[in-house]
Antibody, heavy 113, light 112 residues
């Protein structure tokens, strides 16, 4: 059974950093592109970033480009999202996803002073 | 970016009835490889989105045949027949033909 379990969320002050992790199991992690998608409170879904199988190619949405970094450790079957210079508008539930069919339960990130 | 216009915003339905949700894209979703990467998701209250339909009309594993997808080019439709209480929630379309992937704004399916 495919499982994606996010961790690392919480409350953080504007301008600070936070790193999310996503532990994958139930499939060969290195065989799949992976992605992060977020959802602000009471809002719709927004794609954040994607990464290729070996991590050599990464893609970012305009709203996070230059501030967020997606990475992966295939030996640990883990996906990461390093978030720097956080803003209030980054407040959201962040989902780890194996496009298109599998999503984690999500982790909440609140950016507030 | 490709804009996905999803209608209606809210869709009251009777249990046992039929629902139809539309998604229109600002440009064709036909990829250069001939595939059309338009997908449909349901997000039940308090849950993460779950894939219902991938590439326009293919039901994902375990999805009942009450759900069907159709369309081509820029116009796509999700139909739900014999609506059940477990079908309630927010529905989203997603295009992944063009970078960046973009979602529709969502349709809330609720009981009439």
């Amino acid at each position: 059974e495919v499982q994606l379990v996010e961790s690392g969320g919480g409350l953080v002050q504007p301008g600070r950093s936070m790193k999310l992790s996503c532990a994958a199991s139930g499939f060969t992690f290195s065989d799949y592109y992976m992605a992060w998608v977020r959802q602000a409170p009471k809002k719709g879904l927004e794609w954040v970033a994607s990464i290729s199988y070996e991590g050599s190619s990464t893609y970012y949405g305009d709203s996070v480009k230059g501030r967020f970094t997606i990475s992966r450790d295939n030996a640990k079957s883990t996906l990461y999202l390093q978030m720097n210079s956080l803003r209030s508008e980054d407040t959201a539930t962040y989902y780890c996803a194996r496009p298109q069919g599998y999503w984690g339960q999500g982790v909440m990130v609140t950016v507030s002073s | 970016d490709v804009v996905m216009t999803q209608t209606p915003v809210s869709l009251p339905v009777s249990l046992g009835g039929q629902a139809s949700i539309s998604c229109r894209s600002s440009q064709s979703l036909v990829h250069s490889n001939g595939n059309t990467y338009l997908h449909w998701y349901l997000q039940k209250p308090g849950q993460s989105p779950q894939l219902l339909i991938y590439r326009v009309s293919n039901r994902f594993s375990g999805v009942p045949d009450r759900f069907s997808g159709s369309g081509s080019g820029t116009d796509f439709t999700l139909k739900i027949s014999r609506v059940e209480p477990e079908d309630l929630g927010d529905y989203y379309c997603l295009q992944s033909t063009h970078f960046p992937p973009t979602f529709g704004s969502g349709t809330k399916l609720e009981i009439k």
